[in-house]
């Protein structure tokens, strides 16, 4: 099948031809003709399967009819995360190189000032994530009763983010004769109930299984003691690794991705950080940084990483085994995209056992050891245990390390790395605290109700640990400069 078979527009042909795509993938071929149709879409079905295009595509076509109005938006694509609506957008520039279309980004962490202009300016796309949509629509600057299509992407990854309420709220507030478009990897028992309740007859297409591991990564575990020692192995696997490019690291808590991140860059590593807590200008800072080549490696937690496309990742570490299995497979998945191999090396302490039998059954086969299995793994070792060694004592790899304070280990690194824009990781002490993503925006501060309203939500596996208590160990310079009292004059109080 080809792409001029499904019924798409010349322009939005000419601009997929421009991509250099030539043949469909299996949702794209099964969705995009019942889509161009108006019919609603359930399509069981995760990233990297071309979904993005799936719905890009159709809409495009049919907002090549009309004009939108301003405040009200023609069509919503609602995404879990920040990176995933940035994703979209991009998608909706590539494919809609030849429409004069206005596409509106409503998400959390930048300034309300641009996004109510866009909206204002009359939105053909707008693309939110749930919480600033309400924001957005509580405060009056928005109508809903324009949407033609409506777009629930990632429904899965709502869930597990506490956003089902928020979007059953929004698929109440459009109009009852929009046409749906519902994406998720998986279909748990209280997704199955939103589609039944919101989609109209749809067209359900399925694509691979999220269970399925693809044939092209090399998995392995390799058995290590508690996180001094994890991170002396993972320096060891990176420095010694085959075929290396670049590596996304997994931790299942953010506290561990700041104290990851920054142990890394102690070490002289290039490495860039991506979790939940970070304030968007960082994130989007490391996700480019990564993207284009200028940090080699990415520390990230499961929410920030999910659903992202970053093709091409030679090797993806799980620094800690995560405990829901599914993750296990979202996380490998981010290497041995497009036809490419790639390595999946897990890290697992004593404790973690059951998980990987979780793992093993979820995939259905075992997953190799590299080197001792946990049965033979020798007892925690002295160095490790305690203080981090500094410096890598085996050889540098050039382009992951860097110069600096790991003098050691990064003899040899090359320089270039150096240079480059390193994005800014938050301290660990702040990724404790669940409200620093809106603290770091002055404008947050000021008015909480622009944060993504995260608080009332359950938190998937990013933990924070302990709550930190007043200003955790933060004191601001100021409160510690000894004050000068002046004597009072005769007669004053
Ligand atoms: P997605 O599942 O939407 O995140 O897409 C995964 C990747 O596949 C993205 O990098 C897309 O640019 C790419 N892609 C989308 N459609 C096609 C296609 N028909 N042929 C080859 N690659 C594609």
Same mark, same amino acid.
């Given at each position: ?23 469909p993938t299996p949702i794209q071929a099964e969705a995009i003709p019942p889509a161009l149709q108006g019919r609603d879409i359930l399509g069981i079905a995760q990233t990297g399967t071309g979904k993005t295009a799936a719905f890009t595509l159709p809409m495009l076509c049919r907002l090549e009819q009309g004009r939108a109005r301003a405040?009200?938006?023609? +069509? ?5 995360? &920040? ?11 590539? /494919? ?10 409503? #998400? ?12 204002m300016r009359g939105a053909d796309v707008l693309i939110a994530t749930p919480g600033r949509l309400l924001d957005f629509f509580d405060r009056g600057k928005l109508l809903l009763t324009g949407i033609e299509i409506l777009v629930i992407d990632e429904a899965d990854r709502m869930l597990d983010m506490g956003f089902i309420p928020d #979007?059953?709220?929004?698929?109440? @507030?459009?109009?009852? *004769?929009?046409?749906?478009? $519902?994406?998720?990897? +998986? ?5 199955? &109930? ?17 269970? *399925? ?11 290590? %003691? ?6 002396? *192995?993972?320096?060891?696997?990176? =420095? ?56 080699? @490696? ?29 993750? /296990? ?15 999946? #090396? ?40 305690? %203080?981090?060694? &500094? ?6 790899? =050039? ?47 000021? *008015?909480?109700? /622009?944060?993504?309203? =995260?608080?009332?939500?359950? =938190? ?24 000068? $009292? ?8």
């Amino acid at each position: 099948m080809k792409f001029d078979e499904l019924g798409l527009s010349q322009k939005v042909l000419t601009a997929v031809e421009a991509s250099g795509y030539t043949t469909p993938t299996p949702i794209q071929a099964e969705a995009i003709p019942p889509a161009l149709q108006g019919r609603d879409i359930l399509g069981i079905a995760q990233t990297g399967t071309g979904k993005t295009a799936a719905f890009t595509l159709p809409m495009l076509c049919r907002l090549e009819q009309g004009r939108a109005r301003a405040r009200m938006p023609r +069509t919503l694509i609602l995404e879990p995360t &920040r990176e995933l609506a940035a994703q979209v957008e991009e998608a909706f520039i590539k /494919y809609g190189a030849n429409h004069k279309l206005n596409v509106a980004l409503l #998400i959390g962490g930048v300034s309300f000032g641009d996004q109510e202009a866009k909206i204002m300016r009359g939105a053909d796309v707008l693309i939110a994530t749930p919480g600033r949509l309400l924001d957005f629509f509580d405060r009056g600057k928005l109508l809903l009763t324009g949407i033609e299509i409506l777009v629930i992407d990632e429904a899965d990854r709502m869930l597990d983010m506490g956003f089902i309420p928020d #979007i059953e709220r929004v698929c109440k @507030l459009v109009p009852f *004769t929009r046409q749906t478009l $519902f994406f998720s990897a +998986t279909m748990p028992p209280e997704i199955t &109930r939103l589609t039944e309740a919101f989609l109209h007859n749809p067209v359900r297409v399925e694509v691979a299984r999220a269970a *399925t591991t693809a044939a092209l990564i090399r998995q392995a575990m390799v058995a290590s %003691h508690g996180h001094a020692e994890k991170r002396d *192995t993972l320096r060891n696997l990176i =420095r010694s690794a085959e075929n290396f490019k670049n590596a996304i690291i997994f931790c299942n808590r953010k506290r561990d991705v700041a104290i990851l991140h920054r142990s890394l860059e102690k070490h002289g590593f290039s490495v860039g950080a991506l979790h939940g807590d970070m304030d968007q200008m960082a994130r989007m800072a490391s996700l480019d940084a990564f993207k284009n080549g200028s940090v080699a @490696l990415l520390v990230c937690s499961d929410v920030a990483a999910r659903g992202l496309d970053i093709p091409d990742v030679s090797h993806v570490f799980n620094f800690d085994v995560p405990t829901h299995s599914e993750d /296990y497979v979202h996380r490998i998945g981010r290497t041995g995209r497009a036809g490419r191999s790639g390595v999946a #090396i897990t890290l697992v302490t004593p404790e973690d056992k059951k998980y990987v039998e979780q793992i093993e059954s979820l995939i259905g086969k075992e997953v190799d050891w590299e080197g001792p299995g946990l049965s033979e793994l020798p007892p925690p070792s002295e160095s490790s245990s305690g %203080h981090e060694r &500094r410096g890598g004592e085996r050889g540098a790899r =050039r382009g992951v390390e860097r110069g600096g304070r790991g003098r050691s280990s990064a003899g040899s690194a090359a320089p270039a790395r150096e240079a480059a824009p390193k994005a800014r990781a938050p301290r660990a002490s702040e990724s404790g605290r669940p409200d620093a993503a809106v603290a770091e925006s002055p404008r947050a501060a000021r *008015t909480p109700v /622009y944060a993504e309203r =995260r608080d009332r939500r359950p =938190r998937a596996q990013e933990d924070d640990g302990p709550p930190v208590i007043g200003m955790g160990d933060h004191v601001p310079s100021f409160m510690l400069r000894p004050v000068v $009292f002046k004597p009072a004059k005769v007669g004053e109080e």
